[in-house]
């Protein structure tokens, strides 16, 4: 009975690692788009090199693949998550005060 109960937390761990790697696959896409799409806007001030930067670091943050512990797994998956998401933010942030500022609102 015990054995079928650590078999089950290792599958729900397995696929909470899956489902984690899945969103740091889809935030790392997702950075590399807004970089591209916002490129020119971004070289154009000092912060928007500051945000570029902050979004190349977390694009090139990655887990650590000797981790064999499901847990630290998951845990290492969720502090890449946690950056690039934090780098999103940061350039929702940057966008939406450097539109303000742009009298034709584009």
Request: proline letters at 4%; aromatic letters at 6%; a negative charge.
């Amino acid at each position: 009975m015990r054995d079928q109960f650590n078999d089950m937390v290792d599958d729900r761990f397995m696929i909470l690692e899956n489902k984690a790697t899945q969103i740091r696959r889809l935030l790392f896409g997702s950075l590399l788009l807004a970089k591209d799409t916002w490129k020119d806007e971004l070289l154009s001030t000092p912060r928007g090199l500051d945000v570029m930067r902050t979004m190349e670091e977390a694009e090139e943050e990655s887990i650590d693949p000797t981790l064999t512990d499901p847990i630290e797994k998951l845990d290492s998956a969720l502090s890449v998550i946690n950056t690039r998401a934090r780098a999103f933010v940061t350039l929702i942030d940057y966008l939406s005060e450097h539109r303000q500022g742009d009298p034709a609102g584009a």
